[in-house]
């Protein structure tokens, strides 16, 4: 079997990427080069407007720095190969995970509105407890112990961004995982 590398599609985060920087320079614009006696904001007072440019410029940057290391991320975010599958991408990175200790993977598209949607393919672990100590912080240990108390899975994938479409990585995965089954009996 060949090694199949899914990252993200680039061409999918460039919008929403543009659409930050605009917003982050004029934010920028009425923090720190906006004239208030002639401007727009002037009806507000200066401590109201200057603290609400600086909440919305840290916001502004702390999401432009995601949105950046997304597109300039070069590491791809699974590798599925014969061996098993190798996560980066689902929101606890469980990193390598062996055929064996997966039990199936299932399509869970989640539609919380009329004008949205995810794709969602989530992977059932055959003993999810043994994964804890990967995690590197209280906070996720304590998250994945409560998904996993609610029986769910905590392994899930949004593929809306990804160079591979959904239910192509879907068919991939379950191929994957059924050839290594046939191998191993």
Do not use: C
């Not at 969602?120 to 995690?135: A, F």
């Amino acid at each position: 079997m060949n090694v199949i590398s899914v990252s993200y599609d680039k061409s999918k985060l460039i919008l929403p990427f543009t659409i930050w920087l605009l917003l982050f320079i004029a934010a920028g614009y009425f923090t720190f080069f906006a004239n208030y006696s002639t401007g727009t904001l002037a009806s507000f007072p200066m401590i109201i407007r200057t603290l609400f440019s600086t909440v919305f410029l840290i916001a502004l940057v702390i999401v432009n720095r995601y949105v950046k290391r997304m597109l300039l991320n070069r590491k791809p975010l699974l590798l599925i190969d014969e061996n098993g599958l190798n996560d980066n991408l689902s929101m606890f990175k469980l990193g390598f995970i062996p055929w064996g200790d997966i039990a199936y993977f299932y399509d869970y598209t989640n539609h919380p509105s009329d004008n949205q949607f995810r794709d969602i393919l989530k992977l059932e672990l055959k003993e999810p407890e043994q994964y804890i100590g990967k995690l590197n912080s209280k906070i996720k240990e304590d998250l994945y112990l409560r998904i996993i108390s609610n029986g769910t899975s905590p392994v899930f994938f949004n593929t809306k961004n990804l160079d591979m479409d959904h239910h192509e990585l879907l068919e991939q995965l379950q191929k994957a995982h059924e050839d290594f089954k046939k191998r191993n009996g």
